[in-house]
């Protein structure tokens, strides 16, 4: 710690910061534009303009700008001096001088940091009248607004986008005096995190389209903490609500995480909950049995009474839960039906895999990497995953990781590492080790000190040999070609030479092996005394969570139905059809007397159903999510939904009092169903620490929902009554559905939106941290459920598969994802869905060579009894005999892959 000096009071700040970020982690609002905490300083828009004294006799003092200048023993500075307040005040009526004066029809208003920078630099009148320059905007897609003319050329948006994301579609284009910040045409940007130009930016260039078309103030919006639904990573966000409609998603920081940003899917994936697939009132068959006539609408009462009928004259009850639903409505179902009547609702596939995700995690002596660690590998090895479309955040994580290890030259320079223009010149372009083996070349191929594509086996025993060159302990790969030996020899050498390295693998290859091959290398590291982390990508949001009350998969659910075992079924959140084979799940339809769907949305699965209760989505519902990490995390409601669309663990809750047949007790609160689940489950005991109870209060209020200058509250319901009626009740959390509350500072769980006097954009996120880019004030939320618990008699996995061998007739078909598509309910998102890929079959070069078929052909895929015509894709780096169906394709649905099939011409393209 070092003591510096602001306005001639002593304060102990961290040794290595800038003055920027020490007076802002001390609570002083000082002005700035083109500083951003992950983005680090350029120094290009002189806003942060401090004076430096020499030393306490020093009466005349020079002006420095406080991002570029180091915090250093003894400095003093002055905020408040007199010619560094006018020199702030001018650089903002420079930048004014062309920004139009549209805050009351910006989108940005109310929200901005011009706004707020302009206010806090005391610059309050307009001196000229000259006439402004002008630009014109580009379309540049479904996410992102583009105008211009507000730009104050602050270059926030090119660093983050192609310095920080690795996009290349968006720069910047000068001629004389003018720059132009937008694509060289127009068209969608292509980068998997576009959208965090919306809160990137400090005016309103690129502003949020998916808000623009139901657009609302920002103090008219209620919010709430939430958790992305869209992947398994958990990323925090804040959704904002009005008139019943949720409206937009943004960053909710959380510093082991997300930290600062979101990827596009969970940014504006959130649509589906507006969607005219809601299911907004029960729905049952007038007639009886699976034969009987199509869904019609009834009244919440009459559906209550058909459940409660249901299951009182129900001999078996078989629950299939969900890996999308959160902890408390799974287990609401297991409590229904029973731990042995109990479905993860994933396939044994998927559940196997998991499962052994969770069991190596738990046995292993290496600890699972939250995102933060992720960044601060200095080499990694990933196996068998295309992160940016299976974990997008992982890979922008890892993007920054390769910066690791060249920082040594930056160190010896004796460069801050903040100064971010001077380390990337140091730098020189220079990357750490990274390795990616995959079937596919990924999105984060451009900074891969290699990459290997091949089949899930070959890239097991990759893996399995990469440990081998570790330990000579762990087994040893035969056979194994001497290139691939050399590039085992390669990677090793990298990773032992690392002092963090990384090992990620995950589901997507489906392949138990290279979860085991992933294992071993970071076991074998860890022998070797390295910290070494795991992180494995989880399919779906709740997938661990789920895994880890170990009920049984969807195939078994299934077989019990088949053997009479079973009359009726109660589904949760699930489209089994989406899941598992039509056929099998006609089957399990077909086998119960009683089909049961408690969903937000209408699938395939509800309407087979006998009975559809509505649910309500992740905005309208709270509950605990298990992210891949283990990390559990809470959401919170948004808004309630509107009657007679219950939670789902409502719903079950009649049904458990029916069942019990003189059970009297109902479980009045979200936290006596914790509370059950903790005594039930021992594994959810760190559970109830994840936020304050429902009954918490700050100086005797709930935390409001709405800001203090929430508007137009009566008016909103004018056409309902003249009157005011009182706002709903929330039983289940400390947070209220009203401006009356507490308006502070928040515990981070519960905090609804960044907002601080002066403070009115994202940028606000500075005062809720205990040190800038460093932890929330309180802690970030969330726990962890698993922690390694080696006991030194761990074993290495020894299951080596053969090597992959092409057949001339028959190919391996793998799941392709795409970042847009794959996911089942952001495709519902209109935003989301202009941006999904039409289907394809992806064959490789030397495929296509062989089955004299170029791009764009039509393809028959013969594939489980079924034939598909297809559009061919040929990709360069495919291997020879591997296939690619891109993952949710609707016509494939339910399909289990991996899975061989034939691919010829289609007759059309024949008879062409």
């Not at 690392?498 to 590291?525: D, F, H, K, Y």
């Not at 395939?604 to 995390?633: K, M």
């Not at 070069?845 to 594939?863: F, K, N, P, T, Y």
Request: with cysteine; proline share 6%.
């Amino acid at each position: 710690m070092v003591t510096i000096y602001v306005d001639n009071m002593p304060y102990q700040v961290r040794e290595g910061q800038n003055l920027l970020v020490a007076c802002l982690s001390l609570g002083f609002d000082i002005p700035h534009f083109c500083w951003h905490p992950a983005l680090h300083s350029v120094g290009s828009c002189r806003l942060c303009a401090v004076k430096i004294f020499r030393d306490e006799n020093d009466t005349r003092g020079r002006i420095f700008m406080s991002c570029m200048t180091p915090a250093t023993e003894g400095v003093r500075i002055s905020i408040n001096d007199p010619e560094a307040r006018h020199f702030r005040a001018s650089v903002i009526e420079w930048l004014m001088l062309n920004h139009p004066h549209d805050c009351p029809v910006c989108d940005e208003g109310g929200e901005c940091h011009l706004q707020d920078m302009t206010v806090m630099t005391g610059h309050v009148y307009r001196r000229t009248r000259k006439k402004k320059r002008t630009y014109s905007n580009q379309n540049l897609g479904p996410f992102i607004n583009h105008e211009m003319n507000r730009c104050i050329q602050c270059y926030r948006c090119v660093r983050f986008y192609r310095d920080y994301a690795g996009g290349r579609d968006l720069d910047v284009f000068g001629v004389h005096s003018r720059v132009y910040f937008g694509r060289l045409e127009e068209g969608a940007l292509e980068n998997e995190f576009s959208g965090n130009l919306v809160e990137i930016c400090p005016t309103g260039v690129f502003t949020d389209k998916t808000f623009k078309k139901r657009y609302t103030r920002k103090w008219d919006l209620q919010t709430a903490p939430s958790i992305c639904v869209h992947c398994g990573l958990g990323c925090n966000t804040i959704a904002g609500e009005r008139y019943g409609t949720l409206r937009r998603i943004l960053n909710r920081y959380n510093g082991q995480v997300n930290g600062y940003f979101l990827c596009d899917r969970g940014r504006f994936g959130y649509d589906f909950l507006n969607s005219d697939r809601r299911v907004r009132e029960p729905l049952a068959k007038t007639g009886q049995g699976s034969g009987s006539t199509a869904l019609e609408p009834i009244s919440a009462d009459e559906a209550l009474s058909r459940l409660v009928d249901i299951v009182q004259n129900s001999s078996r009850v078989i629950g299939i839960g969900s890996p999308r639903t959160p902890l408390e409505a799974n287990f609401a179902l297991r409590d229904l039906v029973g731990e042995e009547n109990f479905s993860s609702g994933m396939a044994q596939a998927e559940q196997d895999l998991v499962s052994l995700i969770v069991h190596i995690l738990r046995e292993g002596p290496a600890p699972s990497a939250s995102l933060r660690e992720l960044e601060s590998a200095d080499a990694a090895l990933i196996l068998g995953e295309d992160l940016t479309n299976t974990a997008p955040m992982m890979a922008l994580y890892l993007r920054q990781s390769v910066r690791r290890k060249p920082m040594a030259v930056v160190n010896e320079l004796r460069i801050p590492g903040w100064l971010d223009a001077a380390v990337r010149g140091a730098v020189q372009g220079n990357k750490g080790p990274l390795f990616i083996a995959a079937p596919i070349a990924a999105g984060l191929d451009d900074v891969a000190t290699e990459t290997y594509h091949a089949a899930p086996d070959d890239i097991a025993r990759l893996g399995f040999a990469v440990a081998h060159e570790l330990d000579t302990q762990a087994p040893a790969v035969v056979d194994l070609p001497a290139d691939r030996h050399a590039l085992a020899v390669r990677i090793a050498a990298a990773l032992r030479e690392a002092e963090r390295p990384v090992v990620v693998s995950g589901t997507s290859s489906m392949s138990p092996a290279v979860i085991q091959a992933a294992a071993n290398v970071a076991w074998a590291l860890h022998s070797r005394g390295r910290q070494v982390t795991l992180s494995f990508v989880a399919p779906e949001c709740n997938s661990l969570g789920v895994a880890l009350m170990e009920g049984r998969s969807l195939e078994d659910a299934i077989e019990m139905a088949e053997r009479g075992q079973v009359d009726t079924v109660v589904t949760l959140e699930n489209d089994l059809f989406a899941r598992a084979p039509r056929d099998l799940v006609d089957r399990l339809r077909a086998s119960c007397r009683n089909f049961v769907v408690i969903d937000h949305c209408l699938t395939g699965t509800a309407e087979v159903a006998d009975l559809v209760l509505p649910a309500a989505a992740f905005a309208e519902s709270q509950g605990t999510l298990v992210n891949n990490e283990g990390r559990a995390q809470r959401s919170y409601r948004v808004f309630p939904a509107p009657d007679p669309i219950g939670e789902s663990r409502r719903w079950l809750s009649k049904a458990v009092m029916a069942r019990a047949r003189g059970r009297t007790e109902e479980w009045e609160s979200f936290d006596d169903l914790v509370t059950r689940m903790r005594q039930a489950l021992p594994v959810f005991q760190p559970v109830s620490n994840l936020a304050p109870s429902a009954d918490a209060r700050i100086v005797g209020r709930k935390i409001a929902r709405q800001p203090h200058r929430c508007s137009g509250r009566t008016a909103m319901l004018a056409n309902v009554s003249m009157r005011e009626p009182p706002p709903p009740r929330d039983a289940d959390s400390p947070l209220s559905f009203s401006m009356e509350g507490f308006q502070g500072i928040s515990p981070p769980p519960l905090n609804p939106r960044y907002w601080a006097p002066g403070w009115n954009s994202a940028q606000s996120l500075n005062k809720f941290q205990e040190e800038i880019a460093g932890p929330l004030r309180g802690g970030d939320p969330g726990q962890r459920l698993i922690e390694p618990r080696d006991n030194g008699g761990r074993e290495y996995f020894n299951a080596i598969p053969v090597a992959f061998s092409p057949s001339d007739d028959e190919w391996l078909i793998l799941p392709s994802y795409h970042i847009f598509g794959s996911e089942e309910l952001s495709a519902l998102s209109p935003a989301i869905a202009e941006r999904i890929p039409s289907a394809y079959v992806a064959i490789g070069e030397e495929d296509a060579d062989l089955l004299g078929m170029s791009e764009g052909m039509l393809a028959r895929v013969e594939i489980a009894g079924a034939a598909e015509s297809l559009p061919a894709r040929i990709v360069a780096d495919l291997p020879r005999g591997v296939a690619l169906l891109p993952k949710g394709l609707e016509r494939l649905k339910g399909l289990a892959i991996p899975v061989r099939a034939r691919i010829g011409k289609a007759v059309q393209a024949e008879k062409s």
